[in-house]
């Protein structure tokens, strides 16, 4: 068994920043990817960024050069620093790693708000 457990959510003014963390315990022998991804209510799971075991990372066009997103292989944890915050970054953001499977966790709730 694979739990993955986010936290850093939260309601953040225009231009401000969140880091988001999330731990991966239970079963695991060596995680490749992980990564973050974010929904709104009625529309799709759309990637955010992925770092593999060796830190090559992966970001989709409108958060580069504004999140960063790095992990802590020792601790199987994995962030993203979240810089010059929008409206529209406003969603649930969900972490995934793949071990033998896909795991997610719960989501966090990051609100853009003035």
């Known amino acids: 068994q694979v739990q993955l457990v986010e936290s850093g959510g939260g309601l953040v003014q225009p231009g401000g920043s969140l880091r988001l963390s999330c731990a991966a315990s239970?079963?695991?022998?060596?995680?490749?990817?992980m990564g973050w991804y974010r929904q709104v209510p009625g529309k799709q799971r759309d990637l955010v960024a992925t770092i593999t075991s060796v830190g090559s990372t992966n970001y989709a066009d409108s958060v580069k050069g504004r999140f960063t997103i790095s992990r802590d292989n020792a601790k199987n944890t994995v962030y993203l620093q979240m810089n010059s915050l929008k409206p529209e970054d406003t969603a649930v953001y969900y972490c995934?790693?793949?071990?033998?499977?896909?795991?997610w966790g719960q989501g966090t709730q990051v609100t853009v708000s003035s």
């Open positions: 995934t790693a793949s071990i033998t499977a896909s795991y």
């Open positions: 239970g079963s695991i022998f060596s995680i490749s990817a």
